[in-house]
T-cell receptor, first 108, second 118 residues
Framework: GEDVEQSLFLSVREGDSSVINCTYT??????LYWYKQEPGAGLQLLTY?????DMKQDQRLTVLLNKKDKHLSLRIADTQTGDSAIYFC????????FGQGTELSVKP | DAGVIQSPRHEVTEMGQEVTLRCKPI?????LFWYRQTMMRGLELLIY????????DSGMPEDRFSAKMPNASFSTLKIQPSEPRDSAVYFC????????????????FGPGTRLTVL
């Protein structure tokens, strides 16, 4: 069946880069997404990448897609305390299949 | 654009009571999704609609849960009777629902309804 996996926790120091990883089992998706959820809030779309792309950059965010290994990553440059949140990857297919979320903790 | 609107934002009720959660999707979006989020189970898709028609309700936990979409701008999720294990945050999301170049599957989430059943 369809599955999306993420590690549950990541801790970094302010100013460092963060890399959040995601793997998936089904490669038929058209789009892959990254959402951010701050405490007490809904999921906010951060960025998405089309499946025929390898990389997409948007300011401090870089998304890398390795279709062969079915691996997606989100790199946040110069991580700030305001980046502390849960990050979800998701793959498309009519409905979205979400990973469990990675809780990013940024320490000053 | 107001985004996806959900009401109420918080609901506290007693076991056995009926609970109705409401959602207004983004205007022009054709697909609407109801999710439940708990610490134990994470984010679960309960049901989704396309053009007001339920497409997949396999995530609805049991017969106590029902969802309707009477028109393109309104949906409800009802729990009757409610139980303490239904306590969770319920999210509504909407999308264009078409395979467009800009990511037609992209879902936009509401702020959620935090439900507590005592």
């Amino acid at each position: 069946g369809e599955d999306v996996e993420q590690s549950l926790f990541l801790s970094v120091r302010e100013g460092d880069s963060s890399v959040i990883n995601c793997t998936y089992t089904d490669s038929s998706s058209t789009y892959l997404y990254w959402y951010k959820q701050e405490p007490g809030a809904g999921l906010q779309l951060l960025t998405y990448i089309f499946s025929n792309m390898d990389m997409k950059q948007d300011q401090r965010l870089t998304v890398l897609l390795n279709k062969k290994d079915k691996h997606l990553s989100l790199r946040i440059a110069d991580t700030q305390t305001g980046d502390s949140a849960i990050y979800f990857c998701a793959k498309s297919g009519g409905k979205l299949i979400f990973g469990q979320g990675t809780e990013l903790s940024v320490k000053p | 654009d107001a985004g996806v609107i959900q009401s109420p934002r918080h609901e506290v009720t007693e076991m056995g009571q009926e609970v109705t959660l409401r959602c207004k999707p983004i205007s022009g979006h054709n697909s609407l999704f109801w999710y439940r989020q708990t610490m134990m189970r994470g984010l679960e898709l309960l049901i989704y609609f396309n053009n007001n028609v339920p497409i997949d309700d396999s995530g609805m936990p049991e017969d106590r849960f029902s969802a309707k979409m009477p028109n393109a701008s309104f949906s409800t999720l009802k729990i009757q009777p409610s139980e303490p294990r239904d306590s969770a945050v319920y999210f509504c999301a909407s999308s264009l629902g078409a395979r467009l170049a800009g990511g037609g599957d992209t879902q936009y989430f509401g702020p959620g309804t935090r439900l507590t059943v005592l």
